[in-house]
């Protein structure tokens, strides 16, 4: 400081007057030093008392004691007020107009740093003004901290690096100006430097930080690093209005974990930069760029408010997307559960979000050639394409998008070149014309499908669709059922819903076993909820039994079966309530046999199982392989768990489940009306899991 100067320039020439055994001490006090900075404001130091020590042999010590230094504003918000500042010159230089000090000794507290001691040399010229600084602060952080320094006409130019500040002690260090959560765990060192140049209207800053090995992990473990390498370099300038900034970051080794998302920077390093402004209230990002290699590139923009935290506006561009690199970075953890967890991809995606008030209000994706596959699954699709595109409603009219792919097959199905056209608003998504879906041999037609609010309360849709002619046989193989022949055909109409009920206006119709099967009223109460419950009729008319029960090995029996059952419920999908009734179609004038092992299956059901086996295992019935019967039938009511139960005749207190025709004759009779239904449900799984049969010697 000139002031300063200028005393001990006066402490000196006084000294040179007397003699040198009679002075040992000169104090100066002062009740202010103001210092001006060439952009304006002013260092102003209070109380200032200054000593020079003369103890003889040629040395000498100059102290001085600042009980309180001020500093500009845009100094004082990161360091706090200065105080107790002391400093000490051994042996100082004092050559009118150069002034120098070889040993520095420095050392004051900050109210939002750890007390700091420092050595230095310094050096002064009083007609130009120039001064300069060079040293080292010991023990920060667990570093020594090295600095230098020079002031002249045209400003400060300042800056330091503080080298392996390990994980343990970074949290000290930031907490005057971070709050690191205690809960996140910390490993690895970092390497700090920055440089500061202040010019007459400008005070441009430049810090980086290198990360070498770290880590982090929170306390929920949903957001981990492992061994992360990385460079991160930002500039500004803070005397300007608005404050400009430019950040760069590169991640060259790695892991990093957060929520789902799993970033791996040694397979895809990364390069990110970005520039904007700030104002102190709003946060302007002009340009922001992020790419990682053979994964991602984003390009985007933004205006944020800062308190509260608001994206007022935003646009990122996802100018590209690669696979299989996308997969594993977002997609597997999300998928780990599903039985997509190790899909293999190929392709490529590219879209757009717009971002206003917190809220997205459009996104634009476009999927290039994407294919992806799973052996284990059986899984495979192949040339999928699409442009989609998605508004909130108020940012305009919807616009049309696509979805296609050339081939399609797993858990079974097959499928072939499908397009579907849609456009999709807020939470709304309607078909734009009739989509073919085809499986196997036919197709599912849909004509109509609309659906609004999709995930509110107040959700509503139509559907309505057309199944050309698809044989059941490899449905059931790929459903895991038992393989059985017949076609699935019909119309889906009118499948509307509303008010937390979906209902099916028209029948769903389907040829197996050579005879047609009917469902129609069919309702479902709550279907995406945890139990859901179903209304519905199935009727069932000239079903051929021996189709049936070669289907499902529950014993040969050949002729003709009708069944109805009406007032289906289910809760949860389980039955609760229902009128079953299977039984011969009146006027059948098929051949109607029945074998050993299915008497014996439908005596055990009916009840009246034991008498039955016993009589085909004994006397001249043994040498029958079947019988012939005149009618067969069952039905059940089934309410409360209790199942109601008759036949197709009285036969004294029971109902005959069997009447035989012809000799030898067999009858088979139920004896038991009232049956608990799980029981039922035991019994037959009994009867179509036992293969072995009636015995017969």
Request: hydrophobic share 45%.
């Amino acid at each position: 400081m000139k002031r300063v100067a200028s005393m001990t320039l006066l402490a000196a020439v006084l000294t040179a007057a007397m003699p040198a055994a009679a002075v040992e001490r000169i104090q100066l006090q002062a009740r202010s030093i103001e210092q001006p900075l060439a952009q304006g404001g002013m260092i102003t130091a209070r109380e200032v008392t200054a000593t020079l020590r003369l103890p003889g042999n040629g040395r000498s010590r100059i102290e001085i004691e600042v009980p309180r230094l001020d500093l500009p504003a845009e100094f004082s918000e990161h360091t706090g007020a200065l105080s107790r500042i002391r400093l000490q010159c051994d042996n100082p230089v004092i050559h009118e107009p150069e002034f120098s000090c070889p040993q520095l000794a420095l050392q004051l507290r900050a109210e939002r740093l750890p007390p700091l001691s420092l050595r230095a040399r310094a050096a002064l010229r009083s007609d130009t003004g120039h001064a300069e600084a060079a040293g080292v602060v010991p023990d920060v952080a667990g570093s020594t901290l090295s600095f230098d320094a020079r002031i002249n006409a045209r400003g400060l130019e300042a800056g330091f690096t503080l080298p392996a500040v390990q994980a343990a002690a970074l949290r000290e260090l930031a907490a005057p100006w971070v709050a690191i959560p205690e809960d996140l765990q910390l490993e690895g060192s970092a390497d700090f430097s920055a440089r500061i140049a202040q010019h007459a209207d400008s005070m441009r800053v430049a810090v980086s930080m290198n990360l070498s090995d770290a880590g982090f992990q929170n306390a929920d473990y949903t957001w981990i690093g492992e061994k992360i390498a990385a460079r991160l370099t930002a500039s500004t300038d803070l005397a300007a209005t608005p404050m400009p900034l430019d950040v760069q970051i590169a991640g060259t080794g790695g892991q990093f974990l957060g929520g789902v998302v799993l970033l791996d920077f040694t397979r895809n390093p990364l390069q990110m930069t970005l520039q904007g402004h700030s104002d102190g209230e709003r946060l302007t990002i002009d340009a922001l760029h992020w790419e990682q290699k053979d994964l991602a590139t984003l390009a985007g923009n933004a205006r944020i408010a800062l308190s509260p935290f608001a994206v007022q506006q935003a646009e990122v561009q996802l100018e590209q997307l690669k696979f299989p690199d996308a997969y594993s970075s977002y997609m597997q953890l999300l998928l780990t559960t599903t039985p997509l967890n190790q899909l293999q991809a190929t392709g490529a995606a590219s879209g757009r979000v717009l971002i206003a008030d917190n809220m997205p209000v459009a996104a634009d994706l476009r999927i290039t050639d994407l294919a992806f596959s799973d052996e284990a699954q059986q899984l495979e699709v192949t040339g999928v394409n699409g442009d989609l595109h998605w508004t909130d409603g108020a940012a305009g009219p919807p616009r049309p998008s696509f979805l296609a792919w050339e081939s399609s097959r797993g858990w079974g199905i097959q499928g072939a070149t499908t397009r579907i056209d849609f456009a999709t608003s807020s939470r709304n998504f309607q078909l734009l014309r009739p989509a073919r879906l085809p499986f196997f041999d036919g197709a599912l037609v849909i004509n109509t499908l609309r659906v609004q609010d999709i995930g509110l309360p107040q959700m509503e849709g139509d559907f309505d669709a057309v199944i050309e002619p698809i044989s059941v046989r490899p449905i059931a193989l790929a459903m895991g059922w038992p393989e059985f022949s017949g076609q699935l055909s019909g119309r889906i109409p009118g499948l509307a819903y509303r008010n937390g009920v979906l209902t099916l206006s028209g029948n769903v119709e389907a040829d197996v076993f050579d005879g047609r099967v009917i469902a129609s009223n069919l309702s479902v109460n709550q279907p995406f909820s945890a139990w859901p419950r179903l209304h519905a009729d199935i009727t069932a008319r000239n079903l051929d039994l021996d189709l049936i029960t070669r289907t499902f090995e529950f014993g040969s029996i050949t002729g003709r079966l009708d069944v109805d059952l009406l007032n289906l419920e289910t809760f949860n999908w389980s039955p609760t309530a229902f009128d079953l009734r299977m039984a011969t179609p009146p006027g059948d004038r098929s051949r109607r046999r029945i074998s050993q092992r299915a008497v014996q299956n439908l005596s055990s059901i009916g009840g009246g199982g034991g008498g039955v086996a016993a009589a085909l295992q004994s006397g001249a019935l043994r040498f029958f392989d079947e019988f012939r019967y005149a009618r067969l039938g069952i039905s059940c009511r089934l309410r409360n768990d209790v199942c109601q139960m008759d036949g197709v005749g009285r036969a004294g207190t029971g109902f005959y489940i069997v009447r035989g025709s012809g000799l030898p004759r067999i009858d088979i009779i139920g004896n038991e009306h009232r049956v608990d239904w799980p029981r039922l449900v035991s019994q037959v799984s009994t009867a179509l899991e036992n293969t072995s049969g009636v015995v017969v010697d």
